[in-house]
């Protein structure tokens, strides 16, 4: 695992190191629910410090593939290989514990508590405190708190919501409980980073807003999976496209390529052709 980039920080823009190694090799997965198959041999690598895009029509399999991913589900067969280990099946917690961070196509965020303590929910793997430490509360242990909370307040800065800070999240607007996602996939300094089509529902201006940040997560050497149907955001930011339908990669390169590709014009843009 890369050290460095899993060390507690204190800047959510702090550069990983360059390495040309894909971080992630997914071969052969495999994953079918009731006998019909979600995935279905899907292959592809995942290169260090890009945005890896992975588009196909509703049902492709693209939130499964994110899901065994992030150990929400157990793939049927296949290797999932982060850093050079085989992750498949691990539980969701090791999956974090290791680098792995996402967003979901439906928003998971607690609306009762604050934006802030939202955002510190991504830091948990961090925030650790022994029973001890708990109790006695030592100097260490208040330093560190107040280290993660000056760290969430910087991501939450990034996204325009540090004013927002110690409002419950229910009362937001759709837009902003999105971007609250973001931050917490942000904050703990990932490794990996899976979105789960984080432009969904937003705004134009909205959308613009996220498709920067991601722009400048990427500039700053942070990997990304895009799960995303805006073709306009996804063909601009993306430095390589996987193309799902039924469970299939059914092609993948860059953008350019995959608009072009006849398959990908068949089974997906064809039918988006408002959006492409
Ligand atoms: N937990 C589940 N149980 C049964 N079937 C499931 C489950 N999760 C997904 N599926 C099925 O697997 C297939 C792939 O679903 P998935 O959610 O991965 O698609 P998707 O590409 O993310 O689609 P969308 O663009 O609509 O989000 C679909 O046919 C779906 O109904
Ligand atoms: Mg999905």
């Not at 999240?169 to 300094?189: C, H, I, N, T």
């Not at 959308?207 to 400048?216: G, L, M, P, S």
Request: hydrophobic fraction near 45%; charged fraction near 20%; charge should be positive.
């Amino acid at each position: 695992m890369n050290a460095q980039a899993r060390r507690p920080c204190h800047s959510v823009f702090a550069m990983n190191q360059a390495n040309q190694e894909p971080i992630l090799q997914i071969s052969n997965l495999t994953k079918h629910f009731g006998g019909l198959p979600a995935l279905d041999d899907v292959s592809f690598l995942a290169g260090r410090g890009q945005v890896t895009a992975l588009i196909g029509p509703n049902g492709a399999g693209k939130t499964t593939l994110i899901n065994c991913l992030t150990g929400v589900i157990r793939p049927d067969a296949g290797a999932i290989r982060f850093e050079g280990a085989d992750i498949a099946g691990l539980p969701a917690h090791r999956v974090a514990r290791l680098g792995i961070s996402r967003t979901f196509q439906n928003l998971r965020i607690f609306p009762r508590l604050t934006v802030l303590d939202n955002v510190l929910c991504g830091l948990t793997v961090e925030a650790g405190a022994s029973l001890w430490e708990a109790l006695l509360r030592p100097p260490g242990l208040r330093h560190r708190e107040r280290r993660l909370k000056l760290t969430a307040l910087e991501a939450l800065d990034a996204f325009g919501l540090a004013d927002k800070a110690g409002w419950p999240v229910g009362v937001l607007p759709y837009g902003d409980k999105k971007r609250v996602e973001m931050a917490r996939a942000f904050v703990s300094q990932p490794v990996l980073t899976l979105l789960d089509e984080p432009v969904a529902g937003l705004n134009p201006e909205e959308t613009a807003t996220v498709a920067a940040f991601i722009r400048q997560m990427r500039l700053a050497g942070k990997t990304m999976i895009l799960v995303e149907h805006d073709m306009e955001m996804v063909m601009g930011i993306s430095d390589h496209v996987v193309v799902l339908d039924g469970g299939r990669r059914i092609a993948q390169g860059t953008p350019d390529a995959v608009r072009h590709n006849p398959l990908v014009i068949e089974a997906y843009l064809g039918r988006m052709s408002a959006t492409a």
